[in-house]
């Protein structure tokens, strides 16, 4: 009887796989990738002066990489050797992309088998597609490999050479990367042209009309002519506020009032009528970056919730595999797609002939179908519904219903145009007024029966109902009545800013990254602090600015748009075999002699010319700059005296927002002194309202004799200002003395606890406004409660069970069932540094993006099985010791074969 062991990434994969196979196979999980490259720190004293020294990489010698198991999955790898030991056949059952490639490569390598090995390869988790792989098995692709680990090499060598130049010229910690550094560009790229934005204000006239013989048929039209000239619209206008041609007519405020109020009075009649038919395509099916749009768009998901969520579902058989940027479906999925349709709404919603779409990046590389429910037929969302819950649930309708709309037959129906003629009466400044008005009728919906995909916000767009309305029948020369004209006066909109799904969208239009990497390029950039949001929309901070100037005058080529989508393409030649990864290395570190391109290593040398104070100043207008220091962004000026004012910048204000105005308003307001609120009666100081670092406060400005001794004087303990924060509900402009003063009266006595005789006292901290006695301290739900409530009301806080700490013990925010290993009840909790699930003996914190309240019970079993793989956290020390010394012995060189 043979045994075959099958190794996938994921334990939650294991699992499932396992039901599929029968008694002869073992299923298990590498949790990943097993080694990397190391830090150059942890490289073992011996190599450390060495070739590899520098980037764990032999740069002179074919950029040789130098891999370590990683000390987490010591372990596992362990545990794969002995599992390995009683197996008769070894089926790498990665992923089957550049990244799973490598991570089978990687396997083999290091666990060195001597049974036969195959790669089993397969998109989707369901039995027949798991049973039919480990029958069609095939070789390792070296290809895909050496396209992997050239990104890898190439993204090391990348982030080790700039991030130190941003180190020294810009802010410590900073990091540079090849895909992340052209992200943070296009977001401030966007910010500067809303900066740059002057708004234009223009008129219309909004009318609404009915045939003379029947009023119950009206319809709105807009003036779109005046005397044979067109009239503007904000298209027309450039972002500097000036029209962009002068064969237009720009409305004011006088002009449109007096031809709304002349429209009841003028003859009105239809001058032309015209209709076409309207034919609507479904959209092609989701590959990953259309996912990661529509996920945003539709269900208010971020790349990485989508991502996760999707990983899941895959993992547990419910849809394909979820990193492709493939449109094309299967024979079976076109057939299950067509069936259902037909089932669901009809014979006439599906057309005769399947729909075949094309794979919508020109450098697709992925080697799977679109991503849609997994199997040869579809379970409806109401068959699943028993099953998944929340995000898991709203992802796979959302992937049922584009799956199936693309094989369903177009929405018709027909557009009419239609153009009023109006002759106004004298003195209105124009004799002619034109009103156009159109609509769209869909006579049969066609694939909008199942789905229709969200739109993003367009700069100058019309609304969906405007666009998709009906008119009345009409014909040239018909009469109407105006029932009612308006006058309405608009503003140009400044080039919205992007959004997740938006960026994901111009990275694909631009050829920038790969669809498997744009929800971690998205977390990157704003866990860096380049970019912050505002409900959807991504803001970068002033040290983005800092790092894109930077980088665009130093570094163009690296942050070129064109020059890194050509990087990708050449990843994919080098993925195809008609590319050489190391020919490929050497022209884009050592520089390219045949074209005289000069290469990474020859750009980061000369570093003097570069004004460290310049790349970091970003000019306001009028004399006034942002700088971006050491301790966070400030505005500066200087005055007319030549004296340089400073004011911090808070974290609210986005850098669209900063006016010289707004600049001017800061720097009076944070000036050394303050704004001067008045006198505290009880001590006669000056009391001041600044704005610091961590936003608006509150202080006392005390005597030069408080604030140090004399000289020659003996010292004595420095007196501290009362300072204190405003609340959130207060404007620094406007906060008054009274207020102020109630400020820095807190911590306020609430009264004594008459069982302890302890003081019991209100008062606002780091984390928000709570209450303290003795050692113990209880959170308040706002403010406000500081000043207001009373003692019966913090004892009866007091007599609650404390959420934290070991006073007792709180209630568990999720049960998610025993888990398949330990076979014990699995929670979640929340912790001293956030929610954890645990099943008693193993605790796993949840990522940044679980949700202790959506997160499903495969998702908390994965996170467990995780960190049982990664071994206790007592034992990191003597890992990591253990790692330095035997990663010589873990580290496998590749063959001569493998290095050509």
Avoid: C
Wanted: glycine content about 8%; aromatic content about 6%; charged content about 30%.
């Amino acid at each position: 009887m043979t045994h075959k062991l099958v190794i996938v990434e994921s334990p939650a994969k294991a699992r499932k796989i396992g039901e599929f196979l029968g008694k002869d196979y073992q299923v298990d999980a590498s949790v990943g990738h097993i080694r990397d490259l190391p830090n150059p720190s942890e490289l073992p004293p011996d190599m450390k002066k060495g070739p590899y020294g520098r980037f764990a990489i032999n740069i002179e010698e074919g950029f040789d990489p130098y891999y370590v198991v990683d000390g987490d999955k010591k372990k596992k790898v362990a545990e794969l050797r002995r599992a390995l030991k009683d197996a008769d056949e070894l089926l790498l059952a990665t992923d089957e992309d550049r990244e799973g490639e490598a991570i089978a490569w990687h396997l083999l390598e290091v666990l060195k088998p001597t049974v036969p090995v195959k790669r089993m390869v397969f998109h989707e988790i369901t039995r027949e597609a798991i049973q039919r792989a480990a029958n069609d098995t095939r070789d390792l692709d070296t290809r895909l490999v050496d396209a992997q680990e050239t990104r890898r090499v190439l993204d090391r060598l990348y982030g080790y050479e700039v991030s130190p130049v941003l180190w020294r010229k810009v802010k410590q910690g900073l990091s540079a990367g090849r895909v992340q550094s052209v992200a943070t560009r296009m977001v401030v790229e966007r910010e500067r042209e809303r900066m740059a934005f002057r708004s234009a204000s223009y008129w219309d006239v909004e009318g609404e009309f009915a045939p003379s013989s029947n009023s119950g048929q009206a319809f709105v039209a807009r003036l779109t002519g005046l005397d044979g000239e067109r009239v503007a619209t904000g298209r027309d206008f450039d972002d500097s506020g000036a029209l962009r041609t002068r064969t237009v007519r720009r409305l004011d405020a006088t002009l449109a009032t007096s031809v709304a109020e002349a429209m009841p009075q003028a003859r009105v009649a239809v001058r032309e009528v015209s209709e076409k038919p309207y034919t609507r395509r479904p959209s092609a099916p989701f590959t990953t970056s259309t996912l990661q749009q529509e996920a945003s768009r539709k269900l208010r998901l971020n790349s990485q919730s989508t991502m996760r969520t999707a990983q899941r579902l895959y993992e547990n058989g419910y849809i394909t595999y979820m990193r492709t940027d493939s449109t094309t479906l299967s024979q079976s999925a076109v057939a299950a797609a067509r069936g259902q349709a037909r089932d669901l709404y009809g014979a006439e919603f599906v057309p005769e002939a399947p729909r075949v779409y094309g794979k919508k990046s020109k450098n697709a590389q992925e080697a799977h179908e679109a991503i849609r429910p997994a199997g040869d037929s579809f379970r409806t969302p109401a068959q699943v519904a028993g099953e998944l819950k929340g995000q898991e649930y709203a992802l796979y309708e959302l992937i049922w219903k584009r799956t199936v709309a693309s094989q369903m037959a177009d929405a018709r129906g027909s557009t009419a145009s239609v153009k009023l003629g109006a002759s106004l009466p004298g003195g209105v400044g124009a004799k002619d007024a034109e009103f156009s008005a159109s609509g769209t009728v869909i006579t049969f919906r066609g694939f909008l029966a199942a789905y229709e995909e969200g739109r993003d916000e367009e700069r100058h767009g019309r609304s969906e109902a405007e666009t998709e309305r009906r008119l009345p029948k009409l014909s040239e020369g018909v009469g109407l009545d105006t029932l009612r004209a308006e006058a309405q006066g608009h503003q140009t909109n400044p080039p919205a800013r992007y959004t997740e799904a938006t960026l994901v969208k111009a990275l694909e239009e631009k050829g920038i990254g790969r669809p498997s990497t744009y929800a971690a390029t998205v977390g990157t950039i704003q866990d860096r602090g380049y970019v912050r949001t505002r409900g959807s929309a991504l803001i970068p901070t002033w040290l983005a600015f800092a790092v894109t100037r930077l980088l665009e005058e130093h570094f163009s080529r690296l942050v070129d748009y064109d020059f890194t989508a050509s990087m990708e393409a050449d990843l994919d030649r080098i993925a195809t075999g008609d590319e050489q990864r190391v020919a490929w290395l050497k022209r884009f570190y050592f520089g390219d002699e045949a074209t005289s391109a000069e290469g990474l290593r020859d750009l980061v040398q000369d570093l003097g010319d570069i004004d460290a104070r310049a790349v970091s100043t970003v000019e306001i207008g009028e004399g006034i700059v942002v700088r971006v220091g050491r301790y966070g962004p400030y505005v500066e000026d200087t005055t007319a005296e030549g004296e340089t004012r400073r004011a911090s910048i808070t974290d609210d204000l986005a850098p669209d927002e900063m006016t010289p105005q707004k600049g001017r308003e800061l720097l009076e307001t944070a000036a050394d002194d303050g704004r001067v609120l008045g006198q505290d009666p009880a001590t006669g100081r000056d009391i001041v309202a600044r704005a610091g670092r961590y936003g608006p406060y509150v202080t006392e400005v005390l005597p030069e004799s408080d604030e140090a001794p004399a000289k020659g004087a003996k010292k004595a303990a420095k007196v501290k200002p009362r300072t204190a924060s405003l609340f959130t509900d207060m404007d620094l402009a406007t906060i008054e003395l009274d207020t102020a003063l109630r400020l820095l009266s807190l911590p306020r006595v609430v009264g004594v606890d008459p069982e302890s005789g302890e003081e019991v006292t209100a008062q606002n901290g780091r984390y928000g406004p709570y209450l303290k006695k003795g050692t113990d301290s209880r959170s308040l739900a706002t403010e406000e409660q500081i000043f207001g409530i009373g003692l019966e009301e913090a004892l009866a806080i007091y007599a609650q069970p404390k959420q934290r700490g070991r006073a007792a013990a709180a209630p568990p925010l999720k049960e998610l069932g025993d888990d398949p290993v330990s076979g014990k009840p699995v929670v979640v909790k929340e912790g001293r540094f956030g929610p954890y699930v645990t099943d008693g003996e193993t605790n796993a914190t949840l990522r940044k993006d679980d949700d202790p309240q959506d997160i499903t019970p495969e998702r908390g079993f994965e996170l467990l099985a995780d960190k049982r793989a990664k071994g206790p956290t007592t034992r990191k020390r003597a890992a990591k010791k253990t790692t330095k010394k035997t990663a010589k012995k873990a580290t496998t060189r590749k063959t001569a074969t493998k290095k050509a």
